[in-house]
């Protein structure tokens, strides 16, 4: 008898915990769901003109993914905002492909919604354009029955998919997880477990011979980064190649507020004890801004070497010319791939009778290099 009470009140115990986790569960949806109702009603007040004429924007905080939707019917992009924001996207809608351009340019998005027939520039323009410029952003076509056969050929340039208009709700929640699957499993395939694309919110400590690159941002040949702002500025500091093999830096010495720098010239140095590495410009032009809260909080660098750890910021005077002799996106990844077996490479060479290195690089590999063979390594990989 006692082992039966014993036997129901277990029973009763998990019948009762499994009921309030699924009241729980309930509870944050709906508490989600309010949340996100309410990002969509305030986002829709604000005004973000300054950055399109036409931009309507959503965030909710950990978005699913991040989705621009041009379509020059406002009726479409507001249900793209209302289904997609309530289910957990970030949405920008513009009216126009030229807007739409000029976000990819300053914003990461994991995917473009382009309708196909737009005045001015049409949604085969913008496949190519994005493609050309972002080639890391997934690109689905916006498209009516009569046109399915020109959506299909935007495959050709690049296109992931498209959708015909018009969907249901269900049909659009279904279509857009179906291609951000597609999408993580395609990144995962075309890029090595060392390096990974990052969203610009991101700024976590990634693992041990992991390294990361923010989607949008340029990486030039001696590993600093650049990120482009509308006004032709640029944010410039030590790509997460760079960090990870130096490891801990003691000290960066800032360039001169005012000092003009030719790309490929010496812009800043970071110390490490009593050694140094010499990074470049990667554009010309006058530096405007230091960084002066990252000389004083230097542990920043360990979390993420990107974002607001910048370390100087130039006003461009030839990016036209400098721009396109940097990599960005899938080139960047392959940039990196590359300096890492080439790393692994030079290491064994110069440590000869020494263990070789494993698969995952360490953090600081540099420290345990003797200045001679530091300086060997820094002349070959941090020296455009």
């Not at 019948?15 to 009603?41: H, N, P, W």
């Not at 790509?239 to 800032?254: R, S």
């Not at 230091?290 to 993420?304: P, R």
């Not at 110069?350 to 494993?358: E, F």
Request: glycine letters at 6%; proline letters at 4%; aromatic letters at 8%.
């Amino acid at each position: 008898m006692v082992i039966l009470l014993l036997f129901v009140s277990v029973v009763l115990f998990v019948i009762a915990d499994l009921a309030v986790r699924e009241v729980t569960r309930k509870m944050r949806e709906k508490s989600s769901r309010r949340e996100r109702e309410e990002a969509l009603a305030t986002s829709l007040k604000l005004d973000f003109t300054r950055e399109a004429r036409t931009l309507k924007r959503v965030e909710v905080n950990d978005p699913s993914a991040r989705i621009l939707c041009v379509d020059d019917e406002e009726v479409i992009l507001g249900s793209f905002r209302k289904i997609l924001v309530l289910d957990g996207y970030s949405v920008d809608t513009v009216e126009t492909g030229q807007e739409a351009l000029g976000l990819i340019q300053t914003h990461h998005y994991d995917f473009v919604f382009t309708d196909l027939k737009m005045p001015s520039m049409d949604g085969v323009e913008v496949v190519k354009s994005v493609k050309h410029m972002r080639p890391d952003i997934d690109v689905v076509i916006i498209t009516g029955y009569a046109s399915v056969e020109t959506a299909v050929e935007c495959m050709k340039f690049g296109a992931m998919d498209y959708i015909q208009k018009p969907f249901t709700a269900d049909e659009l929640l279904a279509f857009v997880k179906k291609a951000l699957i597609k999408r993580r499993d395609r990144i995962q395939k075309q890029l090595k477990p060392a390096v990974h694309i990052t969203h610009s919110s991101e700024a976590e400590r990634g693992r041990t011979g992991e390294f990361s690159i923010p989607g949008g941002v340029l990486i030039s040949q001696g590993h600093c980064w650049a990120s482009l702002a509308q006004d032709g500025s640029v944010k410039v500091g030590l790509d997460d190649f760079a960090k990870k093999l130096i490891g801990p830096i003691d000290a960066v010495e800032f360039p001169n507020v005012g000092m003009t720098v030719k790309a490929g010239q010496p812009l800043f140095r970071v110390r490490q004890n009593h050694r140094s590495v010499q990074f470049h410009s990667p554009v010309g032009g006058r530096v405007v801004k230091i960084n002066a809260a990252l000389g004083s909080d230097l542990d920043a660098l360990e979390m993420t070497p990107y974002h607001k750890n910048w370390v100087c910021v130039i006003e461009g005077d030839n990016l036209d010319v400098e721009v396109p002799a940097l990599k960005i996106g899938r080139s960047a990844v392959a940039f990196f791939q590359g300096d890492i077996e080439r790393f692994r490479a030079a290491i064994k060479e110069i440590v000869k009778g020494g263990p070789l290195l494993d698969d995952a690089l360490s953090i600081g590999e540099l420290q345990h290099l003797d200045d001679a063979q530091w300086e060997k390594i820094v002349k070959e990989f941090f020296r455009p």
